[in-house]
C-alpha cells in the first residue's frame, strides 16, 4: 500500500519560516519525481515544487528564492523548506509521487497539510 504522508504545516506570520516534510512508504521512492503542489481555497491546484529522480529541481515562479525542495532517498523523504511567507502561501499543501511509465502516468498523493500565513 504506498502512501505518502505530509507534515509540518501550521500557522506562521509574514516572513515566517516553515519545512514540510512528505515521508513515503509503498514505492521504490528513488524511481520517483516528487512534488509539492498547493491549492487555495476558490483555486485549482499548482505545482510548487518539483525534483527529479536525479536531483534537477524546478519552482513555480511566485516561490522561486523563497521555497526549496530536497529529498532524501536514504529516508523516503521530501522535504519543502519555505522561508520568507507570504499570505499568499496560504494553501493545504500536497506530496506528490510521479513515474512516467512507457504507456502509463502513475500519481500518488499525500493526504494535504495546512499552512497558513497570517498576523
Same mark, same amino acid.
Given at each position: ?12 506570520? %509574514? *516572513?515566517?519560516?516553515?519545512? #514540510?516534510?512528505?515521508? /513515503? ?6 524511481? &520517483? @519525481? ?6 487555495? %481555497? *476558490?483555486?485549482?491546484?499548482? #505545482?510548487?515544487?518539483? /525534483? ?6 524546478? &519552482? @513555480? ?59
Amino acid at each position: 500500500q504506498v502512501q505518502l504522508v505530509e507534515s509540518g504545516g501550521g500557522l506562521v506570520q %509574514p *516572513g515566517g519560516s516553515l519545512r #514540510l516534510s512528505c515521508v /513515503a512508504s509503498g514505492i521504490i521512492f528513488s524511481s &520517483y @519525481a516528487m512534488g509539492w503542489y498547493r491549492q487555495a %481555497p *476558490g483555486k485549482q491546484r499548482e #505545482l510548487v515544487a518539483a /525534483a527529479t529522480r536525479g536531483g534537477v529541481t524546478n &519552482y @513555480a515562479d511566485s516561490v522561486k528564492g523563497r521555497f526549496t525542495i530536497s529529498r532524501d532517498n536514504a529516508k523516503n523523504t521530501v522535504y519543502l523548506q519555505m522561508n520568507s511567507l507570504k499570505p499568499e502561501d496560504t494553501a493545504v499543501y500536497y506530496c506528490n509521487a510521479r513515474l512516467e511509465l512507457v504507456n502509463q502516468l502513475v500519481n500518488y498523493w499525500g493526504q494535504g497539510t495546512q499552512v497558513t500565513v497570517s498576523s
